[in-house]
């Protein structure tokens, strides 16, 4: 064991929790939950922005982890809108129910 | 041991086992709880990397407030009949389930070899973390993006309101 942890290890779990996110996408037909992977996936670049951030001593990748931050909440709150129109009008939050637009 | 590896390896087991329970749990409550524990999880992963003012901004507007309107909204649905929350597995998704498996391994084989060849953090990430200099940064150099961002936030606090209205006429 070192006893200082290199960048990689930080990138690495990035990339398991992005992955997570993007099964979490590919396999679930809640809506809702397909909007909390989307977030699992933002939260997994935003840990590579801060990694980068601190091992190289520069502060723009914090900055934008803020910016990400702020379109998260404005995809959340349009999101959710969007889910609870959808239930209005369909009873459902099921993806694969939603086909109205398929032919 | 050293404790700054312990604490990493601390909160990385908890950020993957939380988000892995977040994406297999079949009740959205459940999931959702299980996404608070890996947002305070990731917090501590920003502490070790000196980013305070990120860990705290993280639970206050990701636990705090993005998590509040998810429960919300499951609740206000009311989404129960425990047969329909069953998920139909099919090709498609167990092909795309091992093309992002595959794509994990691949980052991990290729950050195995070291390529960054970065081992400590930066001697300036102490003082680049603190809200002093986050803010002197963003109120100066980044200061077209933040009001950038204030517009943005207007147009989704305007779009969501007329999303969820009952009647758009």
Redesign the interface.
């Known amino acids: ?13 990035s ?10 996408v ?5 809506a ?2 397909i ?3 989307l ?2 996936m933002l ?1 997994a670049v ?2 590579t922005m ?2 980068f ?7 723009g990748g ?2 934008f ?3 990400i ?10 999101g ?6 959808l ?2 009008n369909k009873q459902t ?2 993806v ?1 129910e939603v086909n109205v637009m398929k032919w | 041991m050293d404790m700054h590896v312990l604490l990493f390896a601390l909160f990385a087991v908890g950020a993957v086992a939380s988000a892995v329970l977040t994406v297999t749990r079949r009740n959205p409550v459940a999931s959702a709880m299980s996404l608070v524990a890996h947002f305070f999880m990731l917090s501590g992963l920003y502490l070790t990397l000196e980013a305070q003012f990120v860990a705290a901004v993280q639970v206050l507007v990701y636990a705090g407030a993005i998590m509040v309107l998810v429960v919300f909204v499951v609740m206000l649905l009311n989404l129960g009949n425990e047969h329909k929350l069953l998920e139909r597995s099919s090709l498609r998704t167990v092909m795309g389930t091992l093309i992002a498996a595959l794509f994990a391994v691949q980052v991990i084989i290729t950050l195995l070899a070291h390529p960054t060849g970065v081992n400590a953090l930066s001697p300036q990430a102490v003082t680049i973390g603190t809200t002093e200099s986050i803010g002197q940064t963003l109120f100066t150099t980044y200061l077209f993006p933040f009001e950038a961002v204030s517009l943005l936030l207007l147009a989704a606090l305007i779009g969501s309101v007329i999303l969820a209205k009952r009647h758009v006429k």
């Open positions: 064991m070192p006893t200082t942890i290199p960048l990689d290890w930080y990138l690495m779990l990339a398991v929790l992005f992955v997570t996110g993007v099964i979490g590919i396999t679930r037909r809640n809702i939950i909007f909390m992977s977030e699992l939260n935003n840990l801060v990694s951030s601190a091992y190289n001593g520069s502060i914090q900055m982890v803020f910016f931050m702020a379109v998260a909440a404005a995809e959340a709150a349009v959710l809108a969007i889910v609870l129109a239930f209005r939050v099921y694969d």
